[in-house]
């Protein structure tokens, strides 16, 4: 893991200077590398279930969404006021907005629909540090797919977002059905993820 500490404003020289570290950082492929709260982390390369799950979300997602609309995996969104670069497992937002930020960038503030699925390794950046930082960002929908909540299984849709807090909008456990309001309007049948295995494999 590589890391350097930037202040919270995310502004100035220390930013520029982690946003540096974060682009030449050499992971190894499939590695997910993102600036949290000021630190650059480096995530090992999720299990195929983890993928598996975010490919069959996105063909439903594709199924509602206008043609204007873009969904979009491992894509770098900018949240300046957390000292962040979250690299979302599916992000939905107009195609007009790529690289339209201040520096840019994306910005995350025009995704209308973020979506993290939780890994064994960094499952709390997912469902505490990111809920936050998404919900300072005024991102309308935040789901969190937990297939490592306790053993059971949730999915989590958050929204309403206010002083960078989020309500509660759904929980349900794998095997039930939850539904994304407008402008989505999409039932999801959580039961059509893979439950990932009790003992993840290793690789050597």
Same mark, same amino acid.
């Given at each position: 893991?590589?890391?350097?500490?930037?202040?919270?404003?995310?502004?100035?020289?220390?930013?520029?200077?982690?946003?540096?570290?974060?682009? !030449?950082?050499?992971?190894? !492929?499939?590695?997910?590398?993102?600036? %949290?709260?000021?630190?650059?982390?480096? #995530?090992?390369?999720?299990?195929?279930?983890?993928?598996?799950?975010?490919?069959?979300?996105?063909?439903?997602?594709?199924?509602?969404?206008?043609?204007?609309?873009? %969904?979009?995996?491992?894509?770098?969104?900018?949240?300046?006021?957390?000292?962040? $670069?979250?690299?979302?497992?599916?992000?939905?937002?107009?195609?007009?907005?790529?690289?339209?930020?201040?520096?840019?960038?994306?910005?995350?503030?025009? #995704?209308?629909?973020?979506?993290?699925?939780?890994?064994?390794?960094?499952?709390?950046?997912?469902?505490?540090?990111?809920?936050?930082?998404?919900?300072?960002?005024?991102?309308?929908?935040?789901?969190? $797919?937990?297939?490592?909540?306790?053993?059971?299984?949730?999915?989590?849709?958050?929204? !309403?977002?206010?002083?960078?807090?989020?309500?509660?909008?759904?929980?349900? !456990?794998?095997?039930?059905?939850?539904?994304?309001?407008?402008?989505?309007?999409?039932?999801?049948?959580?039961?059509?993820?893979?439950?990932?295995? #009790?003992?993840?494999?290793?690789?050597?």
């Amino acid at each position: 893991m590589s890391a350097l500490t930037v202040g919270q404003s995310g502004t100035g020289h220390e930013w520029d200077d982690v946003v540096r570290i974060w682009e !030449e950082t050499d992971a190894p !492929e499939g590695c997910k590398v993102e600036i %949290i709260e000021g630190i650059v982390t480096v #995530a090992p390369t999720p299990p195929e279930e983890h993928n598996d799950t975010a490919q069959l979300l996105q063909r439903r997602l594709y199924r509602v969404i206008p043609e204007d609309r873009g %969904i979009y995996q491992t894509l770098g969104v900018v949240l300046r006021q957390s000292a962040g $670069l979250y690299v979302p497992d599916l992000l939905v937002m107009p195609r007009s907005r790529l690289r339209q930020g201040p520096d840019g960038r994306t910005a995350v503030e025009d #995704a209308e629909l973020v979506v993290e699925i939780t890994s064994e390794s960094n499952a709390n950046h997912d469902r505490v540090t990111k809920t936050h930082g998404y919900a300072k960002a005024d991102v309308p929908l935040y789901l969190l $797919l937990d297939p490592w909540h306790s053993g059971r299984p949730t999915a989590t849709l958050y929204g !309403e977002p206010q002083d960078g807090t989020y309500r509660v909008l759904a929980t349900v !456990e794998y095997g039930e059905k939850l539904t994304l309001p407008a402008p989505f309007d999409l039932e999801v049948d959580t039961g059509d993820f893979p439950v990932l295995p #009790a003992e993840p494999r290793r690789y050597r």
